[in-house]
Every structure is written in structure tokens, then in C-alpha cells.
């Protein structure tokens, strides 16, 4: 008996019992089990969350860090101007966040990504009145099991190769497959993130027992992201990245990330522990979901495009599979190279008999 796999690349559309079903390529109803990471501060905003969603994608927009309930609704109908496909917003919980939650239940997106502190069983069902899914990124298997308990609909495994924040310890390689064990026969899709930039990180991922994949750096480096021209460039020609605590010890500490290895960073790499971001210089200044504020050196916010000042000595996100990036892509190209990717990677790799074996793809 043959048993068969659907390919990646055909539409969900095509197969209407795949869909019921959830798949195992879409996940909470998602054409592609592609998620694009909230990005803070604002990387992740509309444009880019609608050209991913446009895509057959998953994408995350980034609440400020600070209440702003009448900003949510805004950047969340702007998202709407620009596609008619489901989306989500991205909420950090270490920092205040109660109205811009009830601003997104109220605007019923159709997730909302939370990181950073307690997802609590109050909070999924109050989601759930609202119609809203709950997705937590995690990063030790006992974040996962208070996740499961809480309710949560999907969960992001988060390794420490990931760009960004990085709240866990383990690599995607350990912790992905102990979290898949720990949700056993669940409905809850497991969504690995960390250095995922093609499509044979996604099929890894899909070999850890994952159902998607949350890509943050690739999508950085894409034309709609609201990254600053220099970064992005940085993003590609930079190969190396560090995990750290130098960044953004004042205004979220404890909190350590992985940056792009730029000359200002190995400068600074061994900053001492009592230094900090509060008594330094003002490098540059930034409009932050529409807040003027200046940045200080070692500041933990990334330049965007209306940042001014000294670009190259600001704090750059990356994750590990940065120097696999090579070239600045439209959100959509990403979407389809890794789907393609990974469907002809599947094809060419694992199609072949098991002698005396069922076929596996
Ligand atoms: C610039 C940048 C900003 C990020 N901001 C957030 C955030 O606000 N909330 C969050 O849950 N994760 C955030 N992340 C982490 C992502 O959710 C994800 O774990 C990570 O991007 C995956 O690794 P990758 O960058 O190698 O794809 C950020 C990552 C980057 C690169």
C-alpha cells in the first residue's frame, strides 16, 4: 500500500478535506503553515503583514510597547485596507498591554501572538469569546505545558538560533520534538521559529514534528519590511551573529538577543555588566508607532526608516541563518521559495523506495 503526502505546493483550495482538517502544511486555517514573527518595534507592520497574508501566510503585526489602544485599531484597519485575508498581531507581555489587547479582541483579528510573560487561561478564554486564537511563543518545555493547560490553540517553539529576543536556552533540534511529544494527540500545531530561512529549514522543522514554521530574519530582509535601508543592507552582507545582553538593559532587562555581529557591536561586545542604555549619548532619533523618541546608545530599538542619526551603531536583530541571505525579496517571493523549497526538497530527497517499504511521498 502506498501511502501518500500531499505536496506543498498544491492549493488548499484543491483539497477542501485537507482543509477541514487543518493539513499539515496550513495550520489554523492558514493556506501555508508560514507564520512572519511580530517584529518589534514596528518591523512587522502593515505592509508586510498583508503582503505575507496576501501570500497564503500567517502574518503578525507588533503592538507598541506601550498603551496605545487607538493605535492598534489604526495599524490593524490600515492591514485591512491592504488585504482581505486573516491576520494577527504580536503582544510582549513585560510590558503594558491590557488596552492594546482589548483593542485587538475588539477588532476580532484572527490571532493573537503573545511572548514574554504569563499566557493565562483567563486571557485564552476572554480570546475566545472574541473569536480570536491564542498563540504563544515559548521557550522551555515548561512554557509549553502551562501554554497546553492554558488553552492555547497553537504554540511557537522559539530556539535559541532565533534573531531578536530569545527566551529559551535550547536549540530547535532538542526542544521542538519535546514539545511535539508533550502535546501528543492535541489539536495544538507546533510552529518552530529560529533560523529558518528556506525550504530546508522548513522540511527540518516538518522533521522535528513541527506543522509551520515563524520566520522572523528572512522576512526582515524583505522590500516591505519597515527596517531601515542600511539594516537590511547589513542584513545581507553580514554573515556572523552573537547572543547578548548588551542592548536594551534598562528598558526590558533580563532579556537577552541575538544581533548581527556589525563592527559597532564587536566594539561594545563585552560592555560592562553596571553600563546601560539610560545614562549614554543620543545617537539618533525615531518615530516609533508614531511616538517621536530618541535613541541612546545601546538602545534596544532596531532603525527604521525614519530613524536619523549614527544607523550603524544601532542594535540589529538577526537570527543564526542570517549569512544564507542574499538578497532583499518581495514578502511573497519568500512565502513561495519556501514553499517550492521545501516541495521540491521533499520530492528529490525523500521520494525514493524504502526497499521492501510503502512509498513514502
Ligand atoms: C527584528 C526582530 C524583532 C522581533 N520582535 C519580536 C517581538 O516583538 N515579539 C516576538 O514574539 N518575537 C519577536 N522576535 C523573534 C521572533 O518571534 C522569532 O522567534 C525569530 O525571528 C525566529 O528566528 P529567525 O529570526 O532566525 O527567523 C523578533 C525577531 C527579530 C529578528
Not at 522551555?140 to 492555547?152: S, Y
Not at 524583505?222 to 528598558?251: C, I, M, Q, W
Amino acid at each position: 500500500m502506498h501511502t501518500h503526502i500531499c505536496p506543498l505546493g498544491l492549493s488548499l483550495q484543491d483539497q477542501p478535506r485537507e482543509r477541514e482538517m487543518g493539513g499539515w502544511r496550513g495550520i489554523l486555517g492558514f493556506e501555508y503553515g508560514i507564520v512572519l514573527a511580530p517584529l518589534g518595534p514596528d518591523i512587522s507592520g502593515p505592509e508586510l503583514v498583508a503582503a505575507v497574508a496576501n501570500a497564503g501566510g500567517l502574518g503578525l503585526l507588533r503592538a507598541p510597547d506601550w498603551e496605545s489602544p487607538d493605535y492598534v485599531r489604526d495599524l490593524i484597519r490600515k492591514t485591512r485596507t491592504l488585504t482581505d485575508k486573516p491576520f494577527g498581531v504580536g503582544v510582549v507581555l513585560a510590558f503594558p498591554h491590557k488596552e492594546n489587547i482589548k483593542a485587538i479582541l475588539d477588532e476580532k483579528v484572527a490571532v493573537l501572538q503573545l511572548y514574554w510573560g504569563e499566557c493565562t487561561e483567563e486571557l485564552v478564554l476572554q480570546a475566545h469569546q472574541a473569536g480570536v486564537k491564542v498563540v504563544p511563543q515559548v521557550g522551555r518545555v515548561e512554557e509549553a505545558k502551562k501554554a497546553i493547560d492554558a488553552g492555547v490553540d497553537a504554540i511557537i517553539v522559539q530556539g535559541r538560533e532565533a534573531g531578536g529576543h530569545v527566551i529559551g536556552q535550547d536549540s530547535l533540534f532538542s526542544l521542538v520534538p519535546r514539545v511535539v511529544d508533550l502535546v501528543g494527540d492535541r489539536n495544538i500545531p507546533v510552529i518552530a521559529a529560529g533560523g529558518i530561512v528556506d525550504g530546508r529549514g522548513y522540511v527540518a522543522a516538518l522533521s522535528l514534528g513541527a506543522q509551520g514554521i515563524c520566520v522572523g530574519t528572512r522576512f526582515l530582509a524583505t522590500e516591505e519590511s519597515y527596517a531601515h535601508p542600511t539594516y537590511k543592507r547589513k542584513l545581507v552582507e553580514l554573515e556572523n551573529t552573537e547572543y547578548t545582553d548588551v542592548f536594551g538593559r534598562a528598558r526590558w532587562p533580563g532579556a537577552p538577543h541575538r544581533v548581527l555581529k556589525t563592527p559597532f557591536f564587536q566594539d561594545w561586545r563585552n560592555l560592562p555588566s553596571h553600563e546601560n542604555e539610560a545614562n549614554q549619548p543620543v545617537i539618533g532619533r525615531s518615530t516609533i508607532h508614531g511616538m517621536e523618541k530618541e535613541i541612546r546608545r545601546f538602545a534596544g530599538t532596531v532603525p527604521n526608516p525614519t530613524t536619523t542619526g549614527d544607523i550603524e551603531s544601532m542594535v540589529m536583530y538577526a537570527g543564526q541563518s542570517v549569512g544564507l541571505i542574499k538578497e532583499i525579496l518581495p514578502a511573497a517571493e519568500v512565502v513561495k521559495r519556501l514553499v517550492e523549497g521545501a516541495q521540491l526538497l521533499i520530492h528529490q530527497r525523500f521520494n525514493s523506495e524504502i526497499p521492501g517499504r510503502s512509498k513514502l511521498v
